[in-house]
């Protein structure tokens, strides 16, 4: 625990966190803002040229208990875009600053200190959740009751979402850490994440939208494969048509953060630190 | 050979190969407590790799490098057993001094105040919560050597702690190190600069491309590449001269500027050898070898780049 605690104190101490927090706030309140305009959309017509498999998942989206799970989790998209970055550069400043040697001093057990970065991951990655969980349980209430939706707070669906939410911040942290120690560089790590993250995703989306459209629509299930697409589904609220059950969203991620973690802390042992 | 004590350095066999480098080959040493120790060699002999390996940060390709028996890795306590300063800019440049030292403190369940404590040491406190990328050289290796004794360890071990520190600076480095040795500690500190080993060092170990050069008491060591003292003569009749001093038992060597060395005799008695064979001589002196002439003629020819 001392470790983990070592590992925050490095983060407290500069002046990184409060930079990313910054960063944070206006995509936060632009996340509130686009999942509120989504929940305004009405159904498309039948004759909108939209197959049946969308024109399901539309109405489904506009049901209240989604609408809510959707409102609910806002600013998880960039929420968790800062904690994968915090995350990577835990890692990726002991290199880019020179305190690999100081650290690995202090602690030679290296399998330890990976674990404590982790540690510390996760408690970051709560942190952010935590920060984001309570401006939306502020913020959405008047939203809802705006659409006329109701609070919908008395939905365990509802507190689902937002404990899966939690478990998504958590496993995304890991994830970063195990990116950092394969990517040691520090602007390529941030870089590459960020662009995956954000420009990935949705290429992605419309890769595999196309790929099912014009090759084979079962392709479409592989979708959840992705990170991003595998988070997005593990908070959604119920199981949408179309889509795989919302565990497999989970599985995916446990599986990329077991596996980022297991070959990070084993490249991290190996190494020479020079 | 005794068995090792537990603050002793023991380097056997030890061998770091790089793809195309061999940067440590097959080197060995031992490093006495109570004593301070120089580890010297040209740039690029490989001092840092082996300071590396014995401190758990870089693999040996074979061989070990040991506290008594132990590895690095292995030690129970490192930070209170032992004290490492390897670069002096290995700090986040966002964090203050102070900080960077609590770090270390909460990682190895130090207590906060300890920082403070050896802050005051290295004579930092003034400079404790400005940050790191505003330190000079100076600033930075004192921090290092704050950081190496938060554990109050018992063997120091320093790597070119001389880079950057000004005059007074090399002086308060040079007592502070002779007084942690006095109190029975294990010093080892690398330099190039031979100077300041031969004002500091009670012991050296030199190596010159990864290998072992020569290692022992300074004295002796100077003593051994010398043969004792040196008599530079220089005189028109040189081979009168080298008749006379064969006499002696003395040798002699062409030495620079076309003067002669002679090895084994004291000056007045190589004067009186000269005056009874009425041999003229146009210079009589007497040298004494240094490191820096010895350490130059151990690694002549191996101190370039590899």
């Known amino acids: 625990m001392s470790l983990v605690n070592a590992e925050l104190f490095k983060v407290r101490t500069t002046s990184l966190w409060w930079i990313m927090g910054l960063v944070l706030l206006p995509l936060y309140a632009a996340s509130v803002l686009v999942n509120w305009a989504n929940s305004n959309v009405t159904t498309p017509p039948d004759d909108a040229g939209v197959t049946d498999t969308q024109s399901a998942q539309i109405e489904a989206a506009l049901e209240p208990i989604n609408v809510a799970t959707n409102l609910y989790t806002s600013g998880q998209f960039f929420g968790i875009l800062i904690v994968l970055l915090l995350s990577a550069i835990i890692v990726t400043s002991e290199f880019f600053h020179l305190t690999a040697t100081t650290t690995f001093l202090t602690t030679p057990r290296r399998e330890s200190v990976i674990l404590a970065k982790f540690g510390a991951a996760v408690v970051i990655g709560l942190a952010v959740w935590l920060i984001t969980t309570v401006l939306n349980l502020i913020v ?65 989306s419309l890769i595999f939208f196309l790929l099912s459209e014009y090759v084979a629509e079962w392709i479409s299930n592989l979708q959840v494969l992705v990170p991003t697409s595998a988070s997005q589904l593990m908070i959604s609220g119920t199981d949408l048509p179309g889509s795989p059950p919302r565990w497999v969203g989970a599985v995916v991620l446990i599986g990329y953060a077991i596996v980022t973690g297991f070959l990070g802390t084993w490249l991290t042992k190996r190494r020479d630190i020079s | 050979m005794s068995a090792p004590g537990t603050d002793e350095i023991v380097v056997d066999h030890l061998t770091k190969q790089y793809k195309k480098l061999r940067a440590v080959d097959d080197l060995s040493f031992r490093v006495r407590s109570g004593r301070v120790t120089g580890f010297l060699g040209p740039n690029g002999a490989g001092k840092t790799t082996t300071l590396r390996m014995l401190l758990g940060l870089v693999a040996p390709t074979a061989g070990t490098a040991t506290f008594g028996d132990q590895r690095y890795a292995d030690l129970h306590d490192p930070v209170r057993r032992v004290g490492a300063v390897l ?121 010159a491309a990864g290998k072992l050069i020569r290692q022992g008491p300074v004295d002796q060591v100077l003593g051994d590449m010398s043969g004792g003292v040196v008599v530079r003569v220089r005189t028109p009749q040189t081979e009168a001269l080298t008749t006379a001093l064969s006499e002696l038992s003395a040798t002699v060597t062409p030495g620079p500027e076309g003067s002669l060395l002679v090895h084994g005799a004291e000056a007045a008695a190589v004067g009186h050898a000269a005056f009874t064979a009425g041999v003229e001589l146009h210079e009589l002196a007497t040298e004494r070898g240094d490191l820096e002439q010895v350490f130059l003629q151990l690694t002549a020819g191996k101190a370039g780049i590899r």
């Open chain 1, 140 to 204: 959405v209430p008047p939203i809802m009751n705006n659409l006329e939706l109701g609070s919908q707070l008395g939905e365990p669906a509802v507190w689902r979402a937002i404990g899966l939410n939690a478990l998504a911040f958590v496993l995304w942290g890991v994830l970063g850490v195990g990116a950092g120690v394969l990517i040691r560089s520090q602007i390529a790590a941030t870089l590459i994440l960020a662009i995956t993250y954000v420009v990935g995703s949705a290429a992605v």
């Open chain 2, 87 to 207: 670069e002096a800019s290995s700090a986040h440049r966002g964090r203050t001094g102070r900080n960077h030292l609590r770090m270390i403190c909460r990682a190895a369940g130090l207590p906060d105040t300890r920082s403070d404590e050896v802050l005051e040491m290295v004579g930092l406190t003034p400079a404790a919560n400005r940050k790191f990328k505003g330190y000079s050289l100076g600033m930075k290796q004192r921090l290092g050597i704050a950081a190496a004794m938060l554990g109050d360890p018992r063997v120091l071990i320093l790597d070119e702690p001389a880079n950057g520190l000004d005059p007074e600076g090399i002086r308060w480095m040079r007592d502070l190190l002779k007084a942690l040795a006095g109190q029975g500690r294990t010093v080892l500190v690398s330099s190039h600069l031979l100077g300041e080993m031969q004002l500091l060092a009670d012991d050296v170990v030199i190596v």
